[in-house]
């Protein structure tokens, strides 16, 4: 292939179109008219619509750009709203005149707000477009302030300024419209004109999957250039439609025509196509290749065990968890608040959020937000974006307790197997070489102390960690713990009991001192020390509480829950080996 300059590739999947991607971006040339238009004819103007509909696109790749090409206008778009959105917007205006004109003079950035916005129209001597994108974000971080500084009163003078020379475009999640409610006292011209932006119909569709190619090839220099099937643009139509189901129907198939088009399924279906078709070193992307991905099936189940495996491993158990409530077991999908998932699934209110949040991320796009009625504001109900996509979670949420039930699954043969070599090796102990003996016991202290601290590592993970702590907690997510934690006690039963005696010289004598009676009596030893480090594990189930307290953060609770866990049980072990006769019994250190 040519080298690929400019344009990388025609299709980018769920990333968002910027203004690196207006080359490609295709399908949304009435909305970004109508869109501009509306800029122009209000100072304020609402744009709202589901989430992952492409508000961002359209606003980054589409209106900023025109107006940059097509007028002299100066554009700000902002989206950052977990910082002071004020001094965010000013530092963005600066950017903005700086780029426009390098010699001009800036305001001061001790004037408020709405002074600085003033004063930087005047000095850029045109109209300056403010386009606050994913402003859910912002009245989610900044309640609602009554104070005469604060951005809400600034926004509010700058947009009932008659004579602004400032225009300003909301865009916001539609589930999240009514929380502008907050702003209705102070700018009365609120929902005067507002705009809901929509699926793609199948024109723009079309478009959003034949263009790309035919500005990237030219770009790319491909020879010979890279072409499309009509039939497979006919399929990815109709299974990228909000009514699409692959289930049996007795309904007649519903019409390409007809149909509306998901813009983010589209790009996701076209990406895979693009990488696979590049990958057989194909000039065509064809319909034959969609069926061998599975088509949308296919391409969502390998999608979803892509992102939901870049989970942490207690994200992706309470996701799990979220998705046996929101799909019943016929394939129905449900709607319900986080309040009431964190009821369900018995986990603490914000954790459930915290990955509700993540799964309806646009690269996600495995959830939505809903929006409820009026009367209830304050609340969002979350559901998977489609139906079709119930079967694709439910197998990915079996394949996972597939995989963390098989160790459960094992521990008991692992038991079983020490037993046996318990017996084997106690009863017959001549009939092996010593060396050879002490390996057998060796190999099977070290299997039963692996499965026994893995399995307490993750019940405490399971149980404490994801009901205690409110955020992910980093690098305790997996099994390794309780495995080197395993291994650690097998190595540290050994120094302590055997090599101490001075054998260290004689590896296959140090190994034959651990004899029968020594095997049997660590086994016996081992047992009740881990049934008194398991009480202590339950004991810390208000560690959380306790770290919160100390650390104001609860991901200090799990770590002082789990290693007072670990020093305890390590504390018992040292006693109850290296002090038998404190507790009664008679460990003999030679055979």
């Known amino acids: 292939m040519t080298d690929l300059p400019s344009i990388p590739a025609p299709y980018i999947g769920l990333t968002p179109y910027t203004d690196r991607n207006t080359e490609i971006f295709f399908g949304r040339e ?90 930087s129209a005047t000095a850029a001597r045109h109209p300056l477009m403010l386009l606050f994108d994913q402003f859910e974000d912002y009245v989610l971080y900044h309640p609602a302030d009554a104070n005469s500084d604060s951005f809400d009163a600034e926004l509010a003078r700058v947009v009932n300024e008659e004579d602004s020379p400032v225009n300003v475009l909301i865009s916001i999640r539609e589930d999240a419209l009514a929380k502008l409610d907050r702003f209705e006292r102070r700018i009365p011209i609120l929902f005067d ?14 478009r959003a999957i034949q263009e790309p190619l035919k500005v990237y090839n030219p770009a790319s220099s491909a020879t010979p250039p890279y072409t499309i099937e009509d039939a497979l643009i006919d399929q990815v139509i109709r299974q990228t439609s909000p009514d699409w189901t692959d289930r049996p129907t007795t309904t007649p198939s519903m019409e390409v025509e007809q149909v509306q088009v998901e813009a983010a399924w589209l790009q996701l279906i076209m990406k895979r196509l693009w990488d696979e078709e590049v990958r057989r070193n194909s000039r065509v992307l064809r319909l034959a290749t969609f069926k061998m991905l599975g088509q949308r099936k296919g391409i969502i189940q390998t999608h979803l ?54 799964l309806t991320q646009p690269k996600m796009r495995i959830l939505r937000a809903v929006a409820l009625p009026l009367a209830q504001p304050a609340q969002t109900k979350y559901e998977l974006v489609n139906d079709t996509l119930v079967p694709a979670v439910q197998g990915w949420r079996d394949r996972l307790q597939a995989r963390q039930s098989l160790i459960e699954r094992m ?35 070290l299997v039963l102390n692996v499965v026994l601290l893995l399995q307490v590592a993750r019940w405490f993970y399971r149980y404490v960690g994801l009901t205690v702590t409110s955020l992910p907690v980093p690098g305790l997510g997996g099994h390794n713990l309780g ?28 190994l034959g001192l651990l004899s029968p009676q020594n095997f049997i009596y660590y086994l016996v030893v081992l047992i009740p020390t881990v049934i008194l480090g398991f009480v202590c594990f339950l004991l810390t189930n208000g560690a959380g509480a306790v770290g919160y307290k100390l650390f ?6 799990f770590y002082i829950g789990y290693f007072a866990f670990c020093l305890l049980l390590g504390i018992l072990i040292v006693i109850m080996i290296t002090n038998p006769g404190a507790r009664g019994i008679k460990f003999p250190i030679n055979p």
């Open 552 to 557: 104001k953060n609860y991901d200090w609770g």
């Open 30 to 119: 009435k909305d970004r008219a109508i869109i501009t238009a509306n800029l122009f004819a209000s100072r304020l103007t609402i744009l709202y619509g589901p989430s992952g509909v492409g508000k961002s696109s359209v606003l980054r790749a589409g209106v900023a750009v025109y107006l940059h090409r097509q007028s002299d206008q100066i554009v700000v778009v902002l989206d950052d709203w977990q910082t002071d959105p004020a001094t965010t917007l000013k530092q963005a205006l600066v950017n903005a005149l700086r780029r426009a004109d390098p010699g001009i003079e800036i305001p001061s950035s001790n004037l408020s707000l709405a002074q600085f916005i003033r004063q």
């Open 411 to 445: 521990s008991m043969p692992a038991m079983f197997l020490v037993l046996a070599v318990t017996a084997l090796t106690t009863g017959a102990p001549a009939s092996l070489p010593a060396p050879l003996l002490g390996w057998i016991r060796g190999i099977s202290l």
């Open 305 to 358: 065990d892509d992102v939901l495996g870049k989970l942490r491993y207690d994200q992706q158990e309470v996701a799990a968890n979220l998705f046996d409530h929101l799909a019943t077991p016929s394939g129905m999908k449900l709607a319900l608040t986080a309040e009431d998932l964190a009821h369900f699934v018995r986990l603490p209110t914000e954790r459930v959020r915290s990955v509700l949040e993540i």
């Open 483 to 510: 495995i080197l934690l395993g291994l650690l006690l097998t190595i540290f039963w050994y120094v302590g009991t055997v090599w101490r005696q001075g054998h260290l010289a004689d590896p296959g004598t140090t």
């Open 193 to 206: 004109n507002y705009l809901r932006l929509d699926n793609l119909d199948v024109d723009g569709g079309r």
